[in-house]
T-cell receptor
Framework: DSGVTQTPKHLITATGQRVTLRCSPRSGDLSVYWYQQSLDQGLQFLIQ???????AKGNILERFSAQQFPDLHSELNLSSLELGDSALYFCASSSHRASSYNEQFFGPGTRLTVL | EDQVTQSPEALRLQEGESSSLNCSYTVSGLRGLFWYRQDPGKGPEFLFT???AGEEKEKERLKATLTKKESFLHITAPKPEDSATYLCAVQARGNEQLTFGSGTQLTVLP
């Protein structure tokens, strides 16, 4: 168990809908990262938040957005869903402590199915 | 653009048959190279971080090594429970996100 939690575990929805994925980082970790894993693309970085502020953006679609709250949990919002958005969405967190600040620990993921 | 290529895509070994997985990378200044293990439907599990060429790390039957262009994950006398997908990722200087390879799916047969 990495200490990173994600809810829900599974999500089934229809095209055009909007969903929210939630992530709680490990205790004390300030950074949260969101990744998408699909069969044809592998693990792709979407976005990073550090202590409530957006820090880096990857291949995130305009239909997707995220935020990190004062208690450090994060939410990834996906809207106008398309069939191609079906994937596993992972959240990871890191501590930025000098001894291990580069290491990212992943949650169990949310499997999104768009029908 | 940072790139990570892993080979082979899939590897089947008999229990006890040692082998190596390869991770070739190009990155604009390496901050760290990471190995993860991923079981089907689960999140990647952190294994190792390597920071500089010549560095080696070991954990049970796994040993990771790093050169300026590639990393190897050596598996000694594997067991069926070592079956998983092994992912390699790089972190470039100035960035904190990871760029992943497509993974090597390892199957260890009893």
């Amino acid at each position: 168990d990495s200490g990173v939690t994600q809810t829900p575990k599974h999500l089934i929805t229809a095209t055009g809908q909007r969903v929210t994925l939630r992530c709680s980082p490990r205790s004390g970790d300030l950074s949260v990262y969101w990744y998408q894993q699909s069969l044809d693309q592998g693990l792709q970085f979407l976005i990073q938040y550090y202590n409530g502020e957006e820090r880096a953006k990857g291949n995130i679609l305009e239909r997707f957005s995220a935020q990190q709250f004062p208690d450090l949990h994060s939410e990834l919002n996906l809207s106008s869903l398309e069939l191609g958005d079906s994937a596993l969405y992972f959240c990871a967190s890191s501590s930025h402590r000098a001894s291990s600040y580069n290491e990212q620990f992943f949650g169990p993921g949310t499997r999104l199915t768009v029908l | 653009e940072d790139q990570v290529t892993q080979s082979p895509e899939a590897l089947r070994l008999q229990e006890g048959e040692s082998s190596s997985l390869n991770c070739s990378y190009t990155v604009s200044g390496l901050r760290g190279l990471f190995w993860y293990r991923q079981d089907p439907g689960k999140g990647p599990e952190f294994l190792f971080t390597l920071y500089s060429a010549g560095e080696e790390k070991e954990k049970e039957r796994l040993k990771a090594t790093l050169t300026k262009k590639e990393s190897f994950l050596h598996i000694t006398a594997p067991k069926p429970e070592d079956s998983a997908t092994y992912l390699c990722a790089v972190q470039a200087r100035g960035n904190e996100q990871l760029t992943f390879g497509s993974g090597t799916q390892l199957t260890v047969l009893p």
